[in-house]
């Protein structure tokens, strides 16, 4: 599975959830909830797309931050 079909999966959905949860539904970088930009979840390292760790792996980011 390539990089766009994966962004699209359940697993994905599943691991955005999980990291969402973890940063309390704010942006870890700056502190807001969403209501201005969307709240995006970033990988920090792809080396095990995938199959992710979502403590370590990834990160609630705003547009302007990400």
Do not use: F
Request: glycine share 8%; with cysteine.
């Amino acid at each position: 599975m390539n990089y766009e079909q994966y962004m699209q999966s359940a697993g994905w959905a599943a691991k955005r959830a999980q990291r969402l949860a973890i940063d309390g539904h704010k942006w870890r970088t700056c502190g807001h909830t969403g209501d201005t930009w969307p709240l995006q979840v970033h990988h920090v390292t792809y080396e095990r797309l995938g199959a992710e760790d979502a403590e370590n792996d990834l990160i609630t980011l705003c547009t302007a931050c990400h």
